[in-house]
Nanobody, 127 residues
Framework: QVQLVESGGGLVQAGASLRLSCAAS????????MGWFRQAPGKEREFVAG????????RYGDSVKGRFTISRDNTKKTVYLQMNSLKPEDTAVYYCAADRTLYTLVIHTTTDSYNYWGQGTQVTVSS
């Protein structure tokens, strides 16, 4: 069982940076690949970034490549999303999630591959 709590969202201007954090509870956090997703009003939840359980591999959605960086610190049971050069179209609720499969080396991009979710944190980018 993993419980996830996101933080770090806020209102920023275009071009600014934010770092989101996702703190986990549970003894098995380091065993899960983790993902960040986002959902804008009226849109489906979208894959943003993912990282394997060891942190050795990452994957990004096309719209954030080169601007966002995912990382994790298993000693702190936390996964991060560094967001640079933010754009108004990045406005959404951002969720972190834990993959349903322990020790998978595959970074999944669909929501049905993840079975633990945080409550989300709002990111709003003004133009």
């Amino acid at each position: 069982q993993v419980q996830l709590v996101e933080s770090g969202g806020g209102l920023v201007q275009a071009g600014a940076s934010l770092r989101l954090s996702c703190a986990a509870s549970g003894r098995t956090f380091s065993s899960y690949a983790m993902g960040w997703f986002r959902q804008a009003p009226g849109k489906e939840r979208e894959f943003v970034a993912g990282i394997t359980w060891s942190g050795s591999s990452t994957r990004y959605g096309d719209s954030v490549k080169g601007r966002f960086t995912i990382s994790r610190d298993n000693t702190k049971k936390t996964v991060y999303l560094q967001m640079n050069s933010l754009k108004p179209e990045d406005t959404a609720v951002y969720y972190c999630a834990a993959d349903r499969t322990l020790y998978t080396l595959v970074i999944h991009t669909t929501t049905d591959s993840y079975n633990y979710w945080g409550q989300g944190t709002q990111v709003t980018v003004s133009s």
